[in-house]
């Protein structure tokens, strides 16, 4: 029997590379074949194995539900195919180190065909019953079908400025470090980026119980009782370039 028998929804912040942190809390939920694991994005730069990363999602996708958010970081790559200056930006915003996952001193051609096909995979806003999963922000009066793409990918998550979403459901993202590497939930929206590429965690939540896993980038997982939630109205964020 399986050690889990209901289907789980599980949220996982910015990986941005972090390989040995998401093995580490795979191993720890240990995913079944009725769970759906939602990644919000930025799975690639900062962090040293971005191509690694792809290829455990590849293999993840075999053993249950996988949905893909594209964040900042995906967009920025998949423009700099077509683009010089966008190549450019994208290195600078930690694409060296995605490339050199690949081959050190590599370019975009040693990405191979199946990681282009996933990044070109990955969705916008994914939508359930009660949640809304999207990789930066949103605006509160407007629909997710018509949200612009910089409020999804780009905008920082400011609980000063946040309100509801007029659906009524709890959105959950990533993109914008907690300051202090801590999850903020503000009950109607939950950010779970807390810095793992930075010496923070990579954070994982199943939504319905609110159940938190947390590993470092080193493969260290962090104890429940050490672990803390932030749902205060403020809290200062952490704009980054790497964002």
Known sequence: MPPHTAPRLIAFGDVHGCLLALETLL????????DTLVFLGDLI???????AVIDLLLRLRDSCHVVLILGNHEEMLLA???SEPALRGWENCGGVRTLNSYRFGGSLRDIPAE???LLEQMVPVHET???VFTHASYQPDLAFDQQPEHQLRWALFDPAELRPHQSGKCVVVG???SADHEVLDLGFAVCLDTGC?????????EMTERRY?????WGMLRESGESSVSNLKLQTVVPSTHS
Do not use: M, Y
């Open 115 to 117: 990681h282009w096909a």
């Open 45 to 51: 730069d900062c962090g040293r194995d971005s191509a």
């Open 213 to 217: 896993w947390q590993a470092s980038r």
């Open 197 to 205: 590429h930075r010496d923070g965690w990579l954070t994982a939540c």
């Open 80 to 82: 700099a195919r077509d």
């Open 129 to 131: 019953e009660d949640f």
């Open 27 to 34: 191993e720890s939920i240990a995913p079944q074949p009725h």
């Open 175 to 177: 993109h914008t470090e």
